[in-house]
Nanobody, 125 residues
């Protein structure tokens, strides 16, 4: 089970750090991603950390967001700086972002398996 936290209502230009904790498995060596879904929009992959620890970012968040892993705490973080109104969404952490992208490229993925659960709400005004 993955639990996200850290969302809040902030003004544009401010920062937030989201956290994701897991019970039952270790993040290290797992393909993990941060996803988000705004009302009326489809689920989208914001950032990915490969099993080797390499990070990838959606173009619109490059230079502003940082995905990290604290191995000792088994916690994922998404540091979000210079937030913009278009970043407002419910954020989720989930495994297998590569599968998400493959299915999305085929038109077979509505994101339901990745943007599910409570997530953590980020509001930017």
């Amino acid at each position: 089970q993955l639990v996200e936290s850290g969302g809040d209502s902030v003004q544009a230009g401010q920062s937030l750090r989201l956290s994701c904790t897991a019970s039952g498995f270790r993040f290290a060596g797992t393909d993990m991603g941060w996803f988000r879904q705004a009302p009326g929009n489809e689920c989208e992959l914001v950032s990915r950390m490969s099993p080797e620890g390499k990070t990838y970012y959606k173009d619109s968040v490059k230079g502003r967001f940082t995905f990290s892993l604290d191995r000792a705490k088994n916690t994922l973080y998404l540091q979000m700086n210079n937030l913009k109104p278009e970043d407002a969404a419910v954020y989720h952490c989930a495994a297998d972002p590569a599968i998400f992208l493959t299915l999305r490229a085929r038109g077979e993925n509505n994101g339901a398996s990745w943007c599910r659960g409570q997530g953590t709400q980020v509001t930017v005004s």
